[in-house]
């Protein structure tokens, strides 16, 4: 029997698991784990701040579709990850979280930083509400089963953060190295759940005998890596497609089938094609408020008079917020693979529907044409649109975009063009404004060789600049493109639209992020007129470093068609949105 360090072992068992970076900050209750990484091909990423290491491992997770790992320290540091790992939660990203703790052998003592005002030795209990499941290692010789545990759940199923309390007295404590040896003879390779050809037939003669049939796709066909089957599928019956909000990119917005996104953020001929649907086949969505015009028929859904086919990997979400005639627990990628063996043995012709396919064309063009106008403005500060025409025709169709929240995501999920599934990382369940600027370098680690911008706004950027220290000492070639309005745009336009004023949404001195950059020792680029936007955002692309762009853009509101109830409470019985701040 061969004894050894438990934080000797976990590294290696993360090095066999192909763990290749662990985010993270230091702390007493984790330097025996984190000295044991010095010598690991496992590459840590040191961050000045614990919500950057959680975001930046939920934009790498996001593209690398595995499991991502944050370490963290206990009490303020566990709690300052937490916003990131909810927001990782609420998005199903898989992710690791490695917490130290207070030693064993003090639990209720009130060690220094111990959680434990309600049960003794509780800091895992933090978690509880937003990860899968959460973890305190009692012992050491359960720290194997323990780990192999989490990254299962973590990436089945839906998946999901789950956290692994250890006490730091664990990680330094010696246990048999065959406990480690013996996990790694259970399989990481899990069968998913997917439907019979019975039900698969039902669903398709379903679609077929519908006159004007959607399918709705959430972020749960890109997580499931179930695009391109989706695509098949659609083509061959000429279904058209509206996503949510996460389900932008599912199929690129150049296909013709593609109508867009539905809901607050949607336009009226989009919200119009599911209102009026007569079946609609839903896959991984759970109808989110916004998409779904809060749920108010008259809008985006009118289900049950529409009838619901609804997939999903969680029995949770099926009949959730509209009821449902056929609900499938299924892998999306399983499911669809069916699907399309089913539907080309009973209509090997498919269906053709052209009347749609030119109806979409030219609400597409009709759109754009009356964009054009904002997209081609000089004005400066910058009109939002004329910010994204210029991203649009400098970036390449298969750049990682990554947004925070406010015009960068609304407008974005409206009106800026996705190419390839996967490729825009946003932050929808929890909606976090810092999320944008940090993911993006999660997603430059895990793909090197793609351009990677991230728009942002000044509101968002400002929660941690700090990012910038670790692209520097790092290295990360991100651009990110700082849509600048100086306030918080999109609850300004609120309260002036519903209240008058802009009290507590507006920044009297807004900060130079360019020079802020620079201190940093990261390329810093102002802005000072429409036109030298362009040219800066090719030059930055070019340079193949970090590079911030600061863009003064006008506080427009995102055009919104859609509903959202919070417009009622705010004006009963008016129809208020949002209005320009100057």
Not at 97 to 119: R, T
Not at 273 to 287: E, H, S, V
Not at 561 to 573: L, T
Request: glycine share 8%.
């Amino acid at each position: 029997m061969s004894k050894r360090l438990v934080s000797n072992l976990l590294v290696e068992y993360l090095e066999d698991r192909g763990v290749e970076h662990i985010f993270g900050l230091c702390g007493h209750t984790n330097i025996a784990f984190l000295s044991q990484l010095e010598n690991s091909s496992i590459k840590f990423v040191n961050v000045r701040h614990e919500q950057i290491s959680a975001h930046m491992a939920d934009g790498y997770a996001r593209v690398t579709k595995k499991a991502s790992v944050v370490l963290s320290h206990l009490g303020p540091g566990l709690t300052n990850a937490a916003t990131g790992v909810a927001n990782a939660a609420l998005d199903s990203i898989p992710m690791v979280v490695i917490a130290g703790d207070i030693p064993s052998h003090f639990y209720g003592k009130h060690p220094h930083q111990e959680v434990n005002l309600h049960a003794d030795a509780s800091q895992y209990e933090i978690y509880r509400p937003f990860v899968k499941r959460a973890w305190r290692v009692d012992r050491p010789d359960l720290m194997p089963e323990i780990m192999e545990k989490a990254f299962q759940l973590a990436e089945t199923g839906r998946p999901g953060p789950v956290l692994v309390s250890v006490p730091m007295d664990i990680f330094s404590k010696e246990i048999d190295e065959s406990l480690f040896e013996r996990a790694k003879y259970h399989t990481r390779s899990i069968s998913k759940p997917s439907i019979d050809d019975e039900k698969a037939k039902e669903i398709i003669e379903k679609l077929v005998a519908s006159e004007n049939p959607v399918v709705y796709a959430g972020g749960g066909v890109i997580l499931a890596d179930a695009a391109a089957e989706l695509r098949e599928f659609v083509e061959h019956f000429d279904i058209p497609v509206a996503h949510s909000l996460m389900g932008k990119g599912v199929m690129s917005d150049d296909n013709d089938l593609t109508l867009g996104m539905t809901g607050f953020w949607g336009t009226k001929f989009i919200n119009e094609k599911t209102r009026t649907a007569d079946t609609i086949l839903a896959l991984g969505t759970q109808f989110a408020e916004a998409d779904s015009s809060s749920w108010e028929s008259e809008y985006t859904f009118d289900i049950p008079k529409t009838k619901l086919i609804q997939i999903d990997i969680s029995a949770d979400e099926i009949g959730r917020n509209y009821p449902v005639e056929i609900g499938v627990v299924a892998d999306l990628k399983q499911a669809l693979t069916v699907l399309n063996r089913v539907a080309k043995e009973l209509y090997p012709e498919g269906k053709t529907n052209e009347a749609i396919k030119e109806e979409i064309r030219n609400y597409k063009k009709e759109f754009r044409a009356s964009n054009e106008e904002v997209r081609t403005d000089d004005s400066f500060p910058l009109m939002p649109q004329r910010i994204l025409a210029d991203v649009e025709e400098v970036i390449p169709k298969d750049a990682y975009i990554t947004t925070d929240v406010g015009w960068n995501k609304n407008g974005v999920g409206q009106q800026f063009p996705i190419y390839e599934a996967g490729s825009i990382l946003t932050p929808g369940g929890f909606a976090t404004m810092g999320f944008g600027a940090p993911a993006a370098m999660g997603a430059k680690i895990a793909a090197p060789d793609k351009v990677v911008i991230s728009l942002v706004g000044d509101g968002g950027f400002g929660q941690n600049p700090a990012i910038l220290a670790t692209a520097a000492e790092e290295n990360i070639p991100v651009v990110w493109v700082i849509m600048n309005n100086s306030s918080f745009g999109t609850i300004a336009g609120l309260e002036k639209a519903h209240y008058n004023t802009t009290f507590g949404t507006v920044f009297e001195k807004s900060p130079d992020y360019a020079a802020i950059a620079k201190a940093y020792g990261v390329e810093g680029i102002k802005i000072n007129a429409a036109d030298e936007f362009k040219p800066a955002l090719e030059k930055a692309i070019a340079m193949n470093k970090p590079v911030v762009i600061d863009v003064p853009m006008i506080n427009n509101p995102v055009p919104t068609d859609g509903h959202w109830n919070i417009m009622d409470i705010y004006s009963p019985g008016k129809k208020v949105h949002h209005v320009s701040v100057e």
